[in-house]
Each structure stands twice: as structure tokens, then as C-alpha cells.
């Protein structure tokens, strides 16, 4: 097991914490994150875009003029493709689908291919625990400059998608307190997903026993089910 530093919420080192190598030790795997993240795109995918063919544009019944002696070319209906104003061919459906299926134990590899790689890269923050007597987005501020002296962290304070907060469990003080910071988000560590973790610098694990324990039981629970 890889051994990493844990912090208080003032940014100072109080110990380490043994890493787990199933989890944070994972060789990188590019063809499983893409195809894993392309398909959770998909699914979370909701088709707006709609144009309307020839026979759902209005109008267009009677024949612009007749078939023969005119010297033009023969037309049965103005709301042709090649109209103006006529139907649209092979453009966007909103009924077309994006949905692909992602096992299980493959998502679950993925997120794990990317935890990994964050942590080679220095990119997971250990946190010894994180709570507020009320929500206030002023100590929610003061965390994110005392994370931020600490060696090799300044990147956290970077204006969009700098850290994502994984506690162990739901806390409505702390969710208040950050939400209205667009470079962080927080959110309980069952939720993890390859998507938001990828798409944060930094991820910050708060009470790392507790919130890993859920991490470790995914996997765990994903293989007792096939």
C-alpha cells in the first residue's frame, strides 16, 4: 500500500494513510476511461435538436404547376427538401437515443484507472475531517486558501473545476457553504463516477477511512452481483 499525507483543515500535515493498491494503484487504461465516459455522455444525453421532413412541414399540397408544357422542371409539392421553406433530409431527430449499456465492474474500473492516476500525479488530497457548526461560505473560502499553501496545491484555487469534495456522508452545511463556488464541487463519495473526477484537478477525500470504505464495498458488492 501506497502511504499518503493527511491534513487538517488549517493545510498542516497531522499523519499519513495507507492507500489501498486496488484502488490507487491501478495501471492507466485510456480505451476503458474513454469508452466508459463516452457512454455516461450518452446516457445523460437529452435529444433537443428536432427538424421536421417533407411531410411534416406545413403546407405543400397542391402542385406548383403542372407536370408538362411549362419548360420548368416537374415538382409535385413545394415543401420538397430542395425548397425553401420545404422538409429537412436526414437532419436531427429528438427521438434518436445515445443510450449505451456500461457494465458495472466496468465503471467501477474506470473510476479506479482515474483515482489512480490522480494519485501518481499528486492529485488526491487526504483531509482528516470537514464540518461546519453552520453553513458559511467564508470558512468554505478559508479551507480553499489554507488547501492551497501546501505544496504542490496552489492550482486549487484556479477559478473552474478546481477540486471535487468527497465526504463520507450527506451534510447540508457543507453542501450550502460551497455551492455557490464554481471551481469546487461537493458531494458524498458513493457518488464518484469517472466523469466528475476527471473533470476536477484535485480530489479531496474528507475522513479517508470511512469514505475509501465505500469505495472499496463497490467493487466488492459489483462482483457478488454477477
Known amino acids: 500500500m501506497t502511504e499518503a499525507k493527511v491534513y487538517n483543515t488549517e493545510g498542516k500535515e497531522v499523519g499519513t494513510y495507507k492507500l489501498p493498491e486496488s484502488i490507487f494503484a491501478l495501471p492507466w487504461n485510456g480505451d476503458l476511461v474513454h469508452q466508459v465516459v463516452v457512454a455516461m455522455e450518452g446516457n445523460a444525453r437529452t435529444p433537443v435538436a428536432h427538424t421536421k421532413g417533407r411531410g411534416e412541414v406545413r403546407g405543400g399540397g397542391k402542385k406548383p404547376w403542372r407536370q408538362k408544357g411549362t ?4 415538382h409535385g409539392s ?3 427538401p430542395i425548397w425553401k ?4 433530409t436526414h437532419g436531427p431527430l429528438k427521438e434518436k437515443s445515445y443510450e449505451r449499456k456500461i457494465n ?3 465503471r467501477i474500473k474506470a473510476l479506479y484507472t482515474v483515482l489512480s492516476r490522480k494519485a501518481k500525479d499528486g492529485e488526491i488530497i487526504l483531509l482528516d475531517a470537514l464540518s461546519f457548526d453552520t453553513p458559511k461560505a467564508k470558512q468554505a473560502k478559508e479551507l480553499m486558501l489554507s488547501l492551497s499553501g501546501i505544496k504542490g496545491l496552489k492550482a486549487i484555487q484556479k477559478k473552474n473545476n478546481a477540486a471535487y469534495f468527497a465526504i463520507p456522508k450527506k451534510d447540508e452545511n457543507l453542501t ?3 455551492r ?4 469546487v464541487e461537493l458531494d458524498e463519495a458513493r457518488n464518484l463516477n469517472p466523469m466528475n473526477t ?3 484537478k484535485f480530489i ?3 475522513n479517508p477511512k470511512e469514505s475509501i470504505k465505500f469505495l472499496e464495498e463497490r467493487l466488492k458488492k459489483a462482483v457478488a452481483r454477477a
Do not use: D, E
Request: proline share 0%; net charge positive; no cysteine.
Open 104 to 106: 458495472k465492474k466496468m
Open 198 to 200: 476527471l473533470k476536477n
Open 204 to 206: 479531496v477525500i474528507v
Open 78 to 80: 413545394s415543401r420538397s
Open 176 to 178: 450550502k457553504s460551497f
Open 180 to 183: 455557490n463556488f464554481r471551481n
Open 71 to 74: 419548360g420548368r422542371a416537374r
Open 85 to 88: 421553406g420545404g422538409g429537412v
